[in-house]
Every structure is written in C-alpha cells, then in structure tokens.
C-alpha cells in the first residue's frame, strides 16, 4: 500500500494536458450545432472506440466534454459535433477554420462493438444524442458482414434540428440498412414520421435474443425508449444507453459525473442498461 | 505493506518531551517543514511549526453536535485532544492550485503544486486512514492527480494514538483508530501522569527508525510500554459514537427513497462545511482564468461540494436541485457507493461533520435512522 516516502512515485503531470488540434472543416448542422472537424497537429491515426468522448478546450473560456462523432480519412481527422448552449460550447463552435482547439482524451467506454457481432443492431438516437452514435453506424457499415439486420431509428424535434442530413440519405439509400426517421412537429415539406421516437418501433420488428441495441439522447427519451426494447423482449444486457452528466476532469478525479456507484466519465458513458436498471430513471441520483 | 507491519510488531523506544522536540528539529535539518496542530482563532488547526512548545500544549477540544471549545485539561499534553477542522488534506491536496498555465500563442505548461518535503506530526488513525483513501481515488489510477502525486511522495508520517476519543469520534466502529493503522513513518503514544510525561514509539518504515536512532531514543522498558497499553485499552472504552457498518452500503441501496432523508433536509442548510472539512472529500471544479492582456490563461482547480447547486448541472438545470437529493448524495457517497468505487468506505469516523454541521446532522445517527425505520416498515 502506501509505499516507503523516498520509493513513491511522481506521476500525473500529462493528466490535465491538452494537445492542439487544427480545425480543419466545419459543417453546419442546424442553426446552433456544427460539425468541426480536426487534426492533430502531428501524423498518424487518432485511434478512439466510438462512444468515447473527448474534453475540448477553448483558449481563455473552458473545457467540455464532447463525443467523438466521427474519423473520417481512416482516422486522420476527427470530428465532433457541438450543439451552442453555453459559454464552451459557444466558443468551440465558432472556432474558424485554422485555428485550433486544445483536446484530452479519448475517456470513458464506448458501445460493444465486439460483442455484437454475429447479432441484430438497433440504435437509437434523440435530437444531438446521435452524435456519440455516428461513429458506431459507420464502423458497422463498414463491417457490414460481421452483423446482421441494421437499424437505425432517430428522432428530432423538427426537420431543421435533424443532424448528418447527407449521411441521413446515404443510410437511407442502402439496402442493408433501415433507417426510420421522425419528427416531434412537422413543417410544409416534412413527408416522413410524425411523433416520438419510440413511435417508430411500430415499423419494425426485434428479433430480442438476437440483437444489441444501442441508445442515446435526453434520459426521457431513453427512458421510454428502454421500456419499449422490452416490451419487445430485449434483456437488459443487451441494452446499452450513453449518460450524461456534468464533468469537470474525464479521468475520475474530479467526482462530478458519479452516477450512483459509477463516474460516468470512467465506467461509461456507455452502461448497459442492467448495470444501471436500479438508478436509472430515478429522480435526481 | 508487508515489511512495515512486520516492523511495526517489533520495537518500542521511548521518547521525553526534551527528545520530542529533539525530533522536530531532526526532521527540519532534514530538510522538512514540520506541520502540526497549533491553536489559532479558538481551534487546533494544522501549521508549520518550530518547536513543540507551539503545539496546543494543555489543551483539549469539547465537540458535540455542531459544537467546538478549546478547554484546560490541567497537564501539559502534547496531545491531549482530538481533530479540528482542518485535515491533512489541505496539504496533499491544496484547497486552490494552478494545474495549467496555457498561452495564445500555444503553450501548455502542465503544474504539480510543487514539490516540498512535509512532515506531519500528530496524525491521528482516522487521518492515516483518510490518507490512505486518498491514495487510492488520486493515485489508484487509471488517471493519477499531479498535485496530490507530487505532494504526496515527500510526506513524512509522524502519528498519534489516541488515548482519549473526542465526542463525535467513531473511528472504533470503523476500524481505522484509535491506534493509528499502518502507513505511519513514526506512531507516539502519549503516557501524561502523576509526575510522568513520556511517549513509546514506534517506526514504521526504515526512515521513521533511522530518525528514531539519531535522536538517540532508547529502547522502551517493558513498564513503559504497558503504561501505554493499559491506556490505548482504557481508549477503546470511552467511545459514545458508533456506525454500525453490517450490511450497510445494501442498507442504503435499499432505502434511497428512505423518509428519513425527507426529514433531513428540511435541517440541512446545503452549506458544503460537511464537505470542506471531510478529510476525504475530493470533489473538485476547474475554474479558468485569463490575464487582463489576454496573452495567457490559467486553469485553477479548487474544491468543490456536492451540497453546491451547480455541482450537478447540465445545460438545461442541475440534476440535483433539492436538498434531499444533494444529502443523499453525499451520504450514500460516504457509506455505500465508496465502496464499489475504492473498495473502502468513504468515511474514517473522525467525527468532523458532526462537529462543524453548523445544525449538528450527525452521519451516524440518520444512518441509524434509515436502519429503524427499514425496520419499521417492514414490521408495520
Ligand atoms: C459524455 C458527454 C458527451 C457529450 N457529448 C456532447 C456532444 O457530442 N455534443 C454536444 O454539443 N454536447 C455534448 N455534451 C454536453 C456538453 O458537454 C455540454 O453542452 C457543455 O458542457 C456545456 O458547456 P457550456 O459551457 O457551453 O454551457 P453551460 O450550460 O453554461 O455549462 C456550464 C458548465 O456546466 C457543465 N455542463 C453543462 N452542461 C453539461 C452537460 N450536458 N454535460 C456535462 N457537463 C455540462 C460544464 O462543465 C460546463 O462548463 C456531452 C456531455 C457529456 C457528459
Ligand atoms: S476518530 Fe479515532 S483516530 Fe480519529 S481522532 Fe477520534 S479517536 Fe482519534
Ligand atoms: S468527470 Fe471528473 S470524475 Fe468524472
């Protein structure tokens, strides 16, 4: 245990260090969420599990947590997707193309990719929680083999907070994918599903010893979102759900995001959901 | 661990007032600041001192429930009182330090508090404990704290058996007192009588028994260390705390919509002392500042509390927001989810919340509480 005083070791000093990153790209997702998308300021690939997230830093106002939401070019580039609520997120998404953000990570756990295979995937994902998710869609595009039947159900409150709207028609357009969008509230053009998210279970139907199904968006909306996977029969460990909470250091440290025994920013964000069933949806644990 | 319980089973040397001072000034030749208890504003917190003759010479601490007074004891012990509301903490793991400094043009220089040989005289099993706790949440990994690491690695560990628990302490029940546990550099036990003044002494690591011979102490007579038995036996009667631990953190898991905590926050005033005196409270925020020319940033750490409102915020509002959920977070924290984080409890049974709870919330007593009433409305 507690080591003789001239044996202890010094360690830590990169723990709180971030590293720059060029902003290389930024897409225009909605009218306060953009894609930015970076690369590090050496070579090499930037190696994450999708799920992860990483702390972003904005020079003179703050660091956030925010989800990987894709590595496009093998991984050369990464890129997050930032919706503008607040001081951080404002400064990161109005970072120009050139300058660079201050970036640890990557943290926490990510979906079990692995464990899927061979297996039925369904993902879900509310408003800005696909994000966390995207990188999870592509890499099982890109092993499409490895997995059975795909889908993918996301909700947004109108047409105009729809995110990755060309990979919303990419997706759409491939034979090995059934992608089913819906909105809370229409406009003139919408001609798609009206409705919650959890609507559009009705469309599909889960083969629940065979399939993983992977959630993430506000906690009501996974909250009824659980509920409806087993009402279809999925057992709770092949229930998987991203938590957010307020994070201050993403290494475990800080003691922020516990959420009853677990700090999210170590033991997830991604739990499945049996290992969380007992205070999940619980008021404020 | 291994070699340090064995030593701790093997010599006792004795040491008199003259030959204790005689080992603060050793320790600060070797180059340590020497920390200990001392009297200031009406408490014994923890300073740097020169001598023993700073310490709170005759003095004891009167605690209760939200109470705190210095009196005479009518000797002249070095040690004759218990914890106040400081902890070691604040030297391991400052209060407010400077992790980054960020320029930018792009600079990031990365802090660790500095680097500083420390000696800590007077801590007692509940503290040891405590720092013991630390070790494993700052230093356990995966992710180790700079400050913590790099304050850590210099600190010498001169401790204290207690003889005389105070009012609010339940280390007993725990486990973690009143002997102070392994982990100590040097153990004292202070033997105060009729016209008798001496401490036994034991080391407990190979630096705690050089300083031990260089002061020239002598091995302790088979007398002398029973007076000191006879004394840490007495100890072990004198508790009026208890936390009864069996079964607990399920207990707690049981209960998490207990009445109990209902009744608790209408007196909780959600005022963080609990927190800021806890010696094993770790929770921190980030604060980040820049200069008036803007050229340079710095990120400040400083402690945090869950009892704060925007501990638990997330855009939209804070998870959170009532008083009752933030106590049933600190508590099930301490006694329960602690353990399936560190593997231990989250609580030493120092006593200090009880003491500094400006309404006297005694941790012990509402954990007991939601155990009758388990009970009791199992039963109804
Ligand atoms: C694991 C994880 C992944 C996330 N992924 C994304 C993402 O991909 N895209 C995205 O836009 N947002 C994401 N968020 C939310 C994002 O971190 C917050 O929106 C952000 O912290 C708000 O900071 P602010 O200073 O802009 O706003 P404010 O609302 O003023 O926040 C003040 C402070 O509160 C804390 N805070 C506030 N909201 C949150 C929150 N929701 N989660 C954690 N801390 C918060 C932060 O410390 C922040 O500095 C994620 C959060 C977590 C925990
Ligand atoms: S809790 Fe135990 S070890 Fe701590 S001061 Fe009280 S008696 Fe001493
Ligand atoms: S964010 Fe600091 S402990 Fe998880």
């Known amino acids: ?285 | 661990m291994g070699a340090k319980e064995e030593r701790a089973g093997t010599d006792h040397y004795f040491l008199d007032p003259q030959q204790f001072d005689e080992l603060i000034a050793a320790l600060r030749k070797l180059g340590y600041s020497v920390i200990g208890p001392v009297v200031r504003d009406g408490a014994i917190l923890y300073d740097e001192i020169e001598s023993a003759s700073q310490l709170p010479v005759g003095l004891r601490d009167r605690q209760g429930p939200g109470y705190y007074r210095l009196e005479e004891r009518g000797d002249k012990a070095f040690f004759g009182f218990v914890v106040g509301p400081h902890s070691w903490k604040k030297f391991l793991y400052p209060p407010r330090v400077k992790l980054l400094t960020v320029s930018r043009k792009g600079e990031v220089t990365a802090h660790n508090g500095g680097e500083r040989k420390m000696a800590f005289i007077g801590v007692r099993g509940c503290e040891l404990a405590a720092i013991s706790v630390l070790d494993k949440v700052l230093l356990g990994g995966p992710y180790v704290d700079p400050v913590y690491s790099t304050k850590r690695k210099h600190v010498f560990i001169v401790a204290v058996n207690c003889t005389e628990p105070g009012e609010n302490c339940f280390c007993l029940s725990i486990g973690t007192g009143p002997e102070a546990g392994p982990g100590y550099d040097i153990s004292l036990t202070e033997v105060v009588g009729d016209g008798i003044h001496y401490f036994v002494a034991r080391a407990g690591s190979s630096e705690g028994e050089n300083l031990l011979e260089r002061i020239g102490a002598r091995k302790a007579t088979g007398q002398e260390i029973s007076e000191a038995s006879v004394r840490m036996e007495k100890s072990h009667t004198l508790f009026r705390k208890s936390l009864d631990t069996v079964g607990l953190k399920e207990l707690l898991y049981r209960n998490l919509e207990s009445p109990v905590y209902t009744e608790v926050a209408e007196r909780c005033l959600a005022c963080a002392n609990c927190t800021l005196v806890c010696p094993t409270c770790f929770c921190t925020t980030v604060e980040e500042v820049t200069d008036l020319s803007g050229e340079v940033a710095e990120r400040w750490r400083r402690w945090d509390s869950c009892f704060n409102a925007d501990f638990s915020y997330i855009h939209g509002g804070s998870i959170r927001s009532s008083r009752l959920s933030r106590y049933r977070q600190w508590l099930t924290h301490k006694l329960g989810t602690w353990i399936d984080q560190f593997g231990v409890l989250g609580c030493v049974g120092c006593g200090r919340c009880i003491t500094w709870c400006p309404v006297g919330i005694d941790i012990t007593e509402e954990a007991a509480k939601i155990r009758r009433r388990e009970v009791e409305v199992s039963t109804a």
Request: glycine fraction near 12%.
């Open chain 1, 1 to 285: 245990m507690i080591a003789e005083p001239s044996l202890r070791p010094i360690g830590g000093l990169e723990t709180f260090k971030m590293e720059w990153y060029r902003v290389v790209g930024k897409a225009r997702e909605t009218p306060d969420t953009f894609t930015i998308r970076m690369k590090a300021r050496g070579n090499g690939e930037i190696a994450f599990e999708p799920g992860q997230f990483n702390m972003l830093y904005a020079y003179g106002v703050g660091e956030v947590p925010i989800s990987i939401s894709g590595a496009p070019f093998n991984g050369q580039l990464i890129e997050h997707t930032v919706r503008a609520v607040g001081p951080v997120t404002k400064a990161l998404a109005s970072a120009r193309i050139g300058s660079n953000l201050g970036l640890r990570g990557p943290f926490g756990k990510g979906w079990p990719l692995k464990e899927a295979e061979g297996q039925d995937v369904v993902i879900v994902g509310g408003g800005i929680g696909l994000a966390p998710l995207r990188p999870a869609i592509q890499q099982i595009i890109r092993k499409r083999e490895r997995y059975g039947k795909f889908y993918i159900l996301y909700g947004a409150r109108t047409p105009s907070d729809l995110l990755y709207k060309r990979d919303l028609q990419n997706w759409r357009g491939r034979l090995d994918t059934q992608l089913l969008v819906t909105v809370d509230k229409g406009d003139e053009k919408w001609r798609g599903y009206i409705g919650v998210v959890t609507t559009l279970f009705r469309h599909i139907k889960l083969e629940p010893n065979n399939t993983y199904a992977y959630v993430c968006g506000p906690e009501i909306m996974m909250k009824f979102t659980v509920q409806e996977l087993k009402n279809q029969g999925l057992p709770d460990d092949r229930i998987f759900i991203s938590m957010e909470r307020n994070m201050k250091c993403g290494v475990g440290i800080c003691g922020h995001c516990q959420f009853g025994p677990f700090f999210i920013c170590k033991d997830g964000p991604v739990f499945s959901y049996s290992e969380v069933s007992n205070i999940f949806g619980r008021r404020e644990v």
